[in-house]
């Protein structure tokens, strides 16, 4: 089955590429912003593409990118790892 999943992130590109390769050291984001990651025996596509940086209240930017995640031929518990994984690699905390 294939799977396509599109998210909203408060991350730059440097952040991005740094949880990229928490996620899996060998994925490297292209010029274009396409990577190909494989993690959990899975093969995902992501697509990460700058957007205008969101100002809350004049003080404070927040930079923000779309993210397309694309998983061709996974079962369902194989790619719902993945996204757990993808999640956890992205997670920051606050504070």
């Known amino acids: 089955m294939s799977y396509r999943v599109e998210k909203i992130m408060s991350i730059s590109r440097g ?8 996620l899996d050291p060998s994925a490297k984001l292209s010029p274009t912003g396409f ?10 596509e992501i697509k990460f ?17 779309s993210v397309r995640i694309t998983i061709a031929d996974a079962a369902d518990a194989q790619a719902a790892e993945f996204l757990r994984r993808f999640d956890i690699a992205f997670q920051r905390g606050g504070g």
């Open 49 to 65: 593409q700058e957007l205008p940086a969101r100002v809350l209240g004049g003080l404070l930017t927040l930079p923000q990118a």
């Open 15 to 22: 952040e991005f590429d740094a949880s990229l390769a928490a």
């Open 35 to 44: 990577a190909n990651v494989t993690c959990t025996g899975v093969n995902a």
